[in-house]
């Protein structure tokens, strides 16, 4: 049973954008926060960005803050991130995540979220 699918990943040349997606069914995405991580090759998977479910908080990662943007769309039960400016080292694939949690902090954290996307692919070529 497929719960969350990305797409819109592929190769682009650093400073392009491109949109990223995830579709989640409704039973999933009511009441549910929405992350996304990324994982180069060599390297662990880390937190990009958030959103809440209640009051829409938007925590991101340093490394992607005034570059990206997470948003949800209620009422299409999808998610999306918008990277702007892309950079090499933001070749990774990259996950969509849902978890019901309450606290801002915990948007972070890996372990707040049990239901992940299969991944899709973003390469930035210099």
């Not at 999306?80 to 090499?88: E, G, T, V």
């Amino acid at each position: 049973q497929v719960q969350l699918v990305e797409s819109g990943g592929g190769l682009v040349q650093s400073g392009d954008s491109l949109r990223l997606s995830c579709a989640a069914s409704e039973r999933l995405f009511r009441n549910y926060a929405m992350g996304w991580f990324r994982q180069a090759p060599g390297k662990e998977r880390e937190f990009v960005a958030a959103i809440s479910w209640m009051f829409g908080r938007t925590p991101y990662a340093a490394s992607v803050k005034g570059r990206f943007t997470v948003s949800r769309d209620n009422a299409g039960n999808t998610v999306y991130l918008q990277m702007n400016s892309l950079k090499p080292e933001d070749t990774a694939v990259y996950y969509c995540a849902a978890g019901r949690t309450g606290s801002y902090d915990s948007l972070y954290d890996q372990a707040t979220y049990v239901y992940w996307g299969q991944g899709t692919q973003v390469t930035v070529s210099s």
